[in-house]
């Protein structure tokens, strides 16, 4: 069983940056490849980015080149680093941990319980 927990959302004009950090417990998570996810009111759960265990990492063309996905294995915990934040980029946040490498929702395994990150116009 793998444990995550997410901090880091708040509230931030837009334009403004956010760090989330997502803290894994029970496993080691070098070998899962781990994946941030938001979901707007009313909308479904949607792909960030995520970072495979080779280092490869992946973005959703909407946060590309504002966000950054990062890992640091000895802690344990995974980060989004979040840039130039839009009110548009309003959700709840969730980190994910996944035992095969993949972008897609439903093959991730464990998740966190969501961190809210308004952004206002």
């Known amino acids: 069983q793998v444990q995550l927990v997410e901090s880091g959302g708040g509230l931030v004009q837009a334009g403004g940056s956010l760090r989330l950090s997502c803290a894994a417990s029970?496993?080691?998570?070098?070998?899962?490849?781990m994946g941030w996810f938001r979901q707007a009111p009313g909308k479904e759960r949607e792909f960030v980015a995520d970072?495979?265990?080779?280092?490869?990492?992946y973005y959703a063309d909407s946060v590309k080149g504002r966000f950054t996905i990062s890992r640091d294995n000895a802690k344990n915990t995974i980060f989004l680093q979040m840039n130039g934040l839009k009110p548009e980029d309003t959700a709840v946040y969730y980190c994910a941990a996944s035992r095969v490498p993949t972008h897609q929702r439903s093959r991730y395994d464990y998740w966190g319980q969501g961190t809210q990150v308004t952004v206002s116009s």
């Open positions: 970072s495979w265990s080779g280092g490869t990492t």
């Open positions: 029970g496993r080691s998570l070098s070998g899962y490849a």
